[in-house]
């Protein structure tokens, strides 16, 4: 069940849908025998028979088999066999390699690279004793990055270690397994990169995205990563014979998760101005013991590697990696929250654990509903300390829309721009009109201008009066009435063009001549109440602006 949440159920009314869905899961997979020395030895007896033949010279060898084993396989089959170099973003890389055909299944492209990795070494004493030890600054040796298309998963990555006991990374993806399934069920979906971004059913998406943090989930990740794990990567290091005579089984446990909860606006400009007042509001309000309660830390987050040097990130960042995107990150440890705007019309709000284990807490992978539950609190705590902005000043880009061009069927309209005198007068016009109950025509429109103007006949027809009357009518603010040559206005809409024009004229003008002056001049000896509301109007305005940081 989602975890609701006070920002989400505020704006509910701008919203066409939710949905919460796990994004990134990061699995290990490791063989529990070969974590310790002894149990290593004795999984080498098994597969060798003895271990007079463990030494430092046959692990390398075993690990060269791994790879020519695995690039013969590639070239005789037509896969991708890449070397990478350090920092390259393989996940990335590999999109270019996607099959084409929907119903692919099995490994499509394996890159190579190097990281560090906890090898074993080998010393024997004089004597004949074994040594095994693992090293603390981990050496760099060769991983296989084996990318697969899973018919329930979609794109998984694994990544093994070329080394005993040939440790394993499962990467999936929440969003894919979702798409999979509202596929199955034909619903009608639109994804772009790694989000929902419209549907004609959220609340269906949702209850499936709601499967994967149930409890049968772990049977669907843990089926997925045995799938292919022995079948289509361990086996280039252990055929099938050695795997059944040694009892080479892995073990799961999460150490990665990312999670998301998905907004999706009705309107893409009013998600624009929720989300950069959002930031305004917000930004300032965050401090040491907010981040606290939001992650439900009375401390800071505990630092196991403080005498390594290191240190702890606690911090609030604002990113903008492209000109169009702004990111806003809360640090706190191990942990990470981000809210971006994604697509079009969709705001998203993410947590990423980058390492449960730092997180002092089990890990193993039938703790993944509780891992789930824990960030989905921090995700609702998050949302409900962040702060919105007020609904009823929300602009919804009607202001800015204005005077930019519109179509009316196969027509291209020029803007309603309230700078030109013209344009204020037909909105004058059209308010006086507006009573009517029968409408009016663009006659009646040209002769109201006319009078309130002041020009002739011939300043400004009827030809005209239709000519700034699609310009409005390209906005919907004016509508014909039924198919007469009659028109009614919007009020609403009509409401908010005569605001435009009232602030320009009684508010905005004021204000800019009397912010235009070092000092406000001598006061009369009567003051207007209007002049006393202008006068107050500047001291808000500076107040205003000194909450907003910038210079009054």
């Known amino acids: 069940m989602n975890i609701s949440d006070e920002f989400t159920a505020y704006h509910q009314e701008l919203l066409e849908g939710t949905y919460d869905c796990v994004d990134r899961i990061v699995v290990n997979a490791y063989y529990p025998l070969g974590q310790r020395a002894g149990g290593f030895r004795t999984w080498w007896r098994q597969l060798t028979g003895s271990d007079e033949t463990l030494d430092r010279a046959h692990l390398q060898r075993m690990a060269g088999r791994f790879k020519r084993r695995l690039q013969a396989y590639a070239n005789k089959h037509n896969i991708p066999f890449i070397h990478c170099e350090m920092g390259e973003r393989k996940h990335e890389k590999a999109d270019q390699y996607l099959p084409s055909q929907a119903d692919f299944k099995g490994l499509f492209v394996i ?4 990281a560090p990795a906890p090898v074993w070494e080998v010393e024997r004493s004089p004597k004949g004793a074994i040594h095994l030890f693992r090293k603390k600054k981990w050496p760099y040796v060769h991983h296989y990055y084996f990318h697969l298309m899973d018919p329930d998963w979609g794109h998984i990555t694994i990544r093994m270690c070329g080394y005993p006991p040939f440790g394993a990374q ?3 993806n929440g969003h894919e397994w979702v798409e999979r399934q509202a596929r199955n069920q034909s619903l009608s979906i639109s994804k772009e990169d790694n989000c929902f971004t419209g549907g004609n059913d959220f ?5 499936i995205a709601k499967t994967l943090c149930a409890m049968h989930a772990i049977g669907r990740l843990t089926k997925a990563c045995d799938r ?3 079948s289509s990567c361990l086996c280039f290091a252990l055929d099938l014979a050695e795997q059944e005579r040694t009892q080479f089984r892995y073990r799961y446990s999460v150490f990665q998760l990312e999670y998301s909860r998905n907004l999706l606006f009705w309107r893409g400009c009013t998600l624009d101005e929720v989300y950069e007042k959002l930031l305004d509001r917000t930004r300032g309000a965050l401090d040491v013991k907010t981040l606290r309660t939001i992650f439900g830390r009375k401390h800071r987050p505990h630092n196991s590697c403080k005498k390594r040097g290191s240190k702890v990130r606690l911090e609030k960042v604002i990113e903008r990696p492209s000109y169009d995107l702004t990111v806003f990150k809360l640090h706190f440890g191990k942990w990470t929250l981000k809210i971006y705007d994604k ?8 947590i990423v654990a980058h390492n449960l284990k730092a997180l002092h807490c089990r890990t193993g992978v039938k703790r993944l509903p509780e891992l789930l ?3 989905r609190q921090n995700v609702a705590a998050f949302l409900n300390v962040v702060q919105a902005a007020h609904i009823s000043f929300l ?4 202001f800015d829309t204005l005077a930019l061009p519109s179509e009316r069927g196969s027509k291209r309209l020029a803007g309603v721009d309230l700078n030109k005198s013209r344009m204020r007068t037909v909105v004058g016009a059209m308010v006086a009109l507006s009573p009517k109950p029968d409408g009016f025509t663009t006659a009646d429109l040209a002769l109201k201008v006319q009078e309130m103007a002041g020009w002739k006949p011939e300043q400004y027809s009827a030809r005209r009066a239709a000519y700034d009357l699609a310009k409005i009518r390209g906005k919907e603010i004016v509508q014909r009435v039924d198919r007469s040559r009659r028109y009614s206005a919007n009020f609403e809409g009509l409401r908010r063009l005569w605001a435009c024009i009232m602030l320009r004229d009684k508010v905005l003008k004021p204000m800019m001549a009397g912010a235009g002056r070092a000092q406000v001049g001598q006061p009369p000896k009567t003051i207007h109440p209007l002049d006393l509301h202008y006068l ?3 001291r808000e305005l500076e107040a205003t602006f000194g909450t907003l940081g910038l210079a009054a």
């Open 111 to 114: 890159f190579v690279g190097r």
């Open 170 to 172: 499962v990467i999936a």
């Open 203 to 207: 609340q269906a998406l949702n209850r």
């Open 228 to 230: 292919w794990l022995y």
């Open 343 to 350: 697509g079009d019309r969709v705001l998203r709000v993410e």
């Open 373 to 375: 539950q824990k960030m």
């Open 395 to 398: 602009d919804e880009g009607t």
């Open 536 to 538: 107050n109007l500047l």
